[in-house]
Structure formats: C-alpha cells, structure tokens
C-alpha cells in the first residue's frame, strides 16, 4: 500500500470511528473537497457512502478512467460508474446495506432536491450532520503539510518575479495576471482563488475585486493572492507602497504589523481561536483603531481556502498541533485606503511555524 492509500484507509478508519460515536450506520459523502480527502479522487462529480465496514464512490462515466488512476483501491473502495446517477447508486446501496438504521448526510452541501430523493425509499432514516470529516482535515499529516508550503514557496516565489513589474499606469488587473501566470509557470494548478490586486484608496476593501485602475505614485498596493499545489492552497496578503510612504502610510502599517505579531505569538495548542482573535482586538483597541478592523483575524487552510478552525470571537475551539491558520489582521479607511498582513502557520505544541519566507516587518517601498 503506498502513502496515499494508507492515508486514505487511515481516514476512513477515523471517519468510522466518528460514526460510531454519533450511533450512524453510515455517511454520505458529496462535499467534493471531503471525496478527495477520504478518497484522492479529485473530479467535479463523485458521491460517497461510508459505511461500518464498506465504502462505495460512485461518479459517472466521464470520470471511470480518472478514477482508475487516482482512487485508493487498497482502502476498500468499491467503485461505481452511474450511468443513471450517482445518488440512485448510492440511495439503492444505503437501502440494501442499511435499512432501518440511521445514515448521515451532509447538511451543508446536500441540495435540497437531492435531499428529497434520497428520502423517496424509506428505509433509511437520513440524519443531518455537519462537521464530520471537515473536524478530520483540519489537522493536517506531514504530507499535507509540505503541500502547503510548497503551494506557499511557489506564490512567494511568483510575486517576488511580479514586482519587478509594478510601474505607473500598469492595472491592477495586468499585475494580477501576470501574478497568476508566473505562479502556473512554478508548477501551481492554478491560483487558490480570485487573486486581487488592490491600489490607492480600494485597498480599503477587505475583500476588493481587481480593477482595471491604473497604478498611481504615492498609492498603497494590496496583494491578496494564494497558490494550489496538488489539491493543497496557500494564502497571503502584502501591502506595499509606491513610492515613499507617508506618516500615516507607515503608522497603520506598523500597527497592523504588532497586531499580526500579537495574534502569531499565541498560535499553540490549546488555545482557542477567540483569544487568538482577541489579541488582534486588543493592539488595534489600544489605538482606538478596532472598529476599522472589518473581519476575523483568520481561518483553516488545506484542500480549500477557507476551513476549520476559525480565528474568530465566537471561536470556542482550541487549536490542536498541525492544524494550519491563516492570520490576517487589517485596518481599512474609507476614502483613504487600507492596510492587511496574512501569513500561513502550522500549529505546534509551543507555538507556530511560518510557511511561508516573504517579508512583512516594514512598510516597502515599490519604484513609482
């Protein structure tokens, strides 16, 4: 069995083991990020019963050669190709296997439509569940790990070739572009979402679209961009400034730098998300800057951008090692701009290790 089968027979173990202990027969699986992690399937359409001691994948033909290739077979998969569907498949072998028992489903990614097939048969009792296998990624093996810092070492790599290249009049579309090819060119599938590029006074959108806005002297320019390596994404955030900076340029950004270094020295395990949160609250609070920070200082990071845990004020969970966070601490001023600093950790018992080699202690200048 190689690394990747034993990964996957590994997560289907402690996937069953969660089963039992919520009293399931079964779960089915149609999160498509969940699929891959259990099964290393990585299609647009696959459905997945787990059972107490089977595993169905069902998909349709466009995908049988895909799955041939990329499914753990030695952690007892059984495959089917759905010529008629991929939830009669899975419904018919609940049924058979299940009847009477209770079988879960994923409340947050099941459509309601199909939700009402699966019920059509009646003998299953279908049970809501959340949280199952996402609670499962969100502590990474070292495998998992390495992919993250290699999709990071790639977009690190990728802006530091970028920059070069930022000059007056250039859109921030152009930049971001030419971000994402040079991130392809190093071997990414692709960027691990929309990356934006953000100048002048949008930088105070936390979460700007790229524009065709001509890059200005004097302009604050917001780089929000991530790598996919292998499934696995990476998330970074840097600010730069073209040209000298102002006073006020270098203030907001050192406060955002304390409050990054706030948040990053209290990532170990056992504490909960909300202090990490909170830490952030505190530096900006003692400035009277905490209403300009327009959103929770960060969050899981693995097969998609945005897993558990959260690093949040409702966060009541504490952070276990080799899970993954981002920390992204920010201030945003209507009309003038915004400041945001995000980097990628791993959790340790004692503290966090940085994934990613790419300066953010000082406000940098970019030629104008």
């Known amino acids: 069995m190689n690394d990747r089968h034993h990964a996957s027979a590994r997560r289907l173990a402690l996937l069953r083991a969660g089963l039992a202990e919520r009293g399931l027969a079964g779960l089915v699986v149609t999160h498509l990020p969940n699929v891959r992690y259990l099964t290393g399937f990585s299609g647009s359409s696959a459905w997945l019963l787990v059972g107490r001691d089977m595993a169905l994948f069902a998909t349709d033909g466009r995908y049988e050669q895909q799955a041939q290739e990329e499914l753990a077979t030695e952690a007892e998969l059984e495959v089917s190709i759905a010529r008629d569907g991929q939830l009669g498949a899975v419904a018919e072998r609940a049924a058979k296997e299940y009847a009477g028992s209770e079988v879960g489903f994923e409340a947050r990614h099941l459509v309601y439509g199909d939700w009402e097939k699966l019920r059509e048969g009646g003998a299953v009792e279908w049970t809501a569940t959340t949280g199952l296998v996402e609670g499962l990624r969100a502590v990474k093996d070292d495998t998992e790990i390495e992919m993250i810092r290699r999709a990071a070492d790639i977009a690190v790599s990728a802006l530091r070739d970028t920059l070069p290249l930022v000059k007056g009049g250039v859109t921030e579309r152009e930049l971001a572009a030419e971000l994402d090819y040079r991130m392809i060119r190093r071997g990414a599938e692709g960027p691990a979402f929309d990356t934006i590029v953000a100048s002048g006074q949008r930088t105070a959108l936390p979460h700007a679209q790229t524009s ?26 840097r600010t730069f400034v073209i040209g000298e900076p102002d006073a006020r340029q270098t203030g907001v950004y050192l406060s955002v730098v304390a409050a990054h270094e706030a948040a990053s020295q209290n990532l170990r395990e056992g504490v909960p998300g909300r202090e990490v949160d909170g830490a952030v609250r505190r530096v900006f609070g003692s400035e009277g800057l905490e209403d300009r920070f327009a959103h929770s200082t960060g969050h899981g990071l693995g097969l998609e951008v945005h897993e558990s845990p959260r690093l949040s004020r409702q ?4 952070l276990v090692r080799h899970m993954v966070v981002t920390v992204e601490p ?3 001023f209507p009309g003038w701009g ?7 950790y791993v959790v340790n018992l004692d503290g966090a290790a940085l994934l ?10 970019l030629d104008e």
């Open 330 to 332: 920010g201030l945003y």
């Open 315 to 318: 966060s009541e969970e504490a």
């Open 356 to 365: 990613a080699d790419l300066e953010y202690e000082r406000l940098q200048s």
């Open 338 to 344: 915004g400041v945001r600093i995000e980097n990628d």
């Open 212 to 237: 065709a806005r001509r890059i200005r002297s004097g302009d604050l320019l917001l780089w929000d961009f991530g790598a996919r390596w292998n499934g696995y994404c990476c998330d970074l955030t």
